[in-house]
């Protein structure tokens, strides 16, 4: 389960905090703006302070907790096990329940904790989208039928699904040569925004002989609730899917989604209809695991390709190695390191939607980076990502594509 632990009853973990400050130089918001609130040595000194009744949730704290990624690279740095997210998560709830949350993001969260309400504001979305836009949108932005104030032309504006994925593939996807059952956790972003990354994930995983069952009732996973500082809703959409899942027997889940590969390892059960706890793998965890069953397409690029690292896969699974591996067998001499390429894209989920100012700060600084490093293609292995480098792109005037790996496999 999601813990819903309050701050006080983190008090250990805010002692644990020795003011080193090897938090500092890995925290993309600091990056940005500096400031000692702006990363997690002074956010918890904040919360320490307001734990022991000598500070207030003033305007001023609300603001500095409010100003973080979610990305945990400064969790990644500490070494004194600082459970910094637990921390921030606890921080929001006691804002939440205090002051109340932020209009936008109560809409997103509550829109996406429901699939109804998802399904139908994907459908709405992609209606005014084809009245306002010239092309379904592409990898290079928005191409406006008329000029609309507040609306770039040429940023990137994802292309949301007409329907979603898990409503037109959602059921069982039978392998010729079965050699494993898996049950696909496809996330709201690939469901609903990037289809396309859950079809190359479905089939990838089909034509290799991997039956994949993708549970139709699936919902959310919950992650960004928590992040949010609204535990219980995180709670109440795992047991959703845990009783989803339930219904049909495979040998794990598998997941293209760094964020809800992070949050279903760490905080759920699942169990298949047999009874029996399943595994949770990221997709590069396994095709790399099992990688003498799959065969790995070989790309011809005469551009070089880079990876990204998103925070969630990097951080949370410390899964770092499996995707190179599988980029340097698919595209060979072609793949180029970039420096810092752990570095946070910006998204964060609803956090671009609260604070876009700095999202897009980072987002043009990760930009930067890609322009530097010469590739002409950026794979990610998270479809947050994929959206918010898309973002940087367009903002940097960058030319180069950005992909999901399981897009080029
Ligand atoms: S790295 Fe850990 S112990 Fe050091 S200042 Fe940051 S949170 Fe505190
Ligand atoms: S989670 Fe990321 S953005 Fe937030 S304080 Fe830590 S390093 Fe900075």
């Not at 000598?54 to 973080?68: W, Y």
């Not at 397409?297 to 990097?314: A, G, I, N, R, Y």
Request: net charge positive; aromatic share 8%.
């Amino acid at each position: 389960m999601f813990p819903t632990r309050n701050i006080e009853e983190l008090q250990s973990s805010l002692t644990r905090c020795v003011k080193c400050g090897l938090c500092q130089s890995v925290c993309p918001v600091y990056a940005t703006q500096s400031g000692e609130q702006n990363f997690s040595r002074g956010k918890i000194s904040l919360l320490r302070g307001i734990s022991e009744g000598r500070l207030t949730l003033d305007e001023k704290s609300i603001e500095a907790l409010s100003l973080c990624v979610g990305c945990a690279s400064c969790q990644g740095a500490c070494k004194n096990e600082v459970e910094y997210i637990n921390l921030l998560s606890a921080a929001r709830k006691k804002i939440n329940q205090e002051k109340g949350m932020p209009y936008i993001k109560k809409f997103a969260l509550k829109t996406f904790s429901k699939r109804g309400e998802a399904e139908n504001l994907v459908t709405y979305g992609s209606i005014l989208k084809k009245i306002i836009s010239a092309g379904r949108g592409s990898g290079k932005g928005l191409e406006l039928k008329f000029p609309i104030h507040g609306i770039s032309k040429g940023i990137y504006y994802p292309p949301l699904a007409e329907k979603s994925f898990i409503s037109r593939k959602g059921g069982i996807h039978k392998a010729k040569n079965e050699w494993s059952r898996l049950a696909f956790f496809v996330g709201c972003s690939s469901s609903f925004i990037l289809p396309e990354i859950g079809e190359a994930v479905l089939n990838f995983l089909v034509r290799n002989g991997v039956t994949v069952i993708i549970p139709e009732g699936q919902v959310c996973c919950g992650t960004p609730h928590y992040i949010s500082g609204d535990p219980d809703t995180s709670n109440k959409l795992l047991v959703e899917n845990e009783t989803e899942f339930a219904k049909y027997e495979f040998d794990g889940v598998i997941t293209g989604c760094a964020t809800c590969g992070g949050g279903l390892k760490e905080y759920y059960d699942i169990k298949d209809s047999t009874g029996k706890p399943r595994p949770v793998y990221d997709f590069n965890e396994f095709v790399v695991g099992n990688l003498d069953r799959f065969e790995i397409k070989q790309v011809e690029s005469d551009e070089k390709v880079t990876w990204h690292d998103p925070c969630h896969l990097v951080r949370l699974q410390k899964i770092k190695k499996q995707p190179r591996k599988l980029l340097k067998a698919a595209v060979g001499e072609s793949f180029k390191e970039m420096e810092s390429p752990d570095t946070c894209c910006g998204f964060g989920g609803v956090f671009a939607a609260a604070k876009p100012k700095t999202a897009l700060a980072i987002a043009k600084k990760k930009a930067e980076r890609i322009e530097t490093s010469g590739a002409g293609t950026v794979i990610t292995s998270c479809p947050g990502c994929v959206l918010f480098l898309r973002m940087g792109a367009s903002l940097h005037g960058g030319k180069w594509e950005v992909k999901h790996i399981a897009q080029i496999l």
